[in-house]
Nanobody, 119 residues
Framework: VQLVESGGGLVQPGDSLRLSCATS????????MRWYRQVSGKQRELVAA???????DYRDSVKGRFTISRDNAKSTVYLQMNNVKPEDTAVYFC??????????????WGQGTQVTVSS
């Protein structure tokens, strides 16, 4: 199983950025895909999630600015980040998750990509 994030970098406030997470080794279409972010010394937080059928949810602070999408044919999930703010600075991780029973789930993580928003 592999999840490889890309697209991070240094941008200015108000810019746009698109993160990608290319995956392999599991049945991508059957997994919910999520983007998390983490600032050093703080807890990892959920940014956005998208179900296999395309239903998406976002944390309040990114609603209207970020868009999560997925291409099941390419086994890739994206995070389009518009009008970025300094508080969006973090390492962004993608995660694949699927419940296999009422008590168990499969989870796979990527290695993360740094996004820095600074003028």
């Amino acid at each position: 199983v592999q999840l490889v994030e890309s697209g991070g970098g240094l941008v200015q406030p108000g810019d746009s950025l698109r993160l990608s997470c290319a995956t392999s080794g599991f049945n991508f279409g059957r997994f919910e895909m999520r983007w998390y972010r983490q600032v050093s010394g703080k807890q990892r937080e959920l940014v956005a999630a998208i179900a296999g059928g395309g239903r998406a949810d976002y944390r309040d602070s990114v609603k209207g600015r970020f868009t999560i999408s997925r291409d099941n044919a390419k086994s890739t999930v994206y995070l389009q980040m518009n009008n970025v703010k300094p508080e969006d600075t973090a390492v962004y991780f993608c995660k694949a998750e699927r419940a296999v029973s009422i008590e168990a789930k499969l989870e796979y993580w990527g290695q993360g990509t740094q996004v820095t928003v600074s003028s």
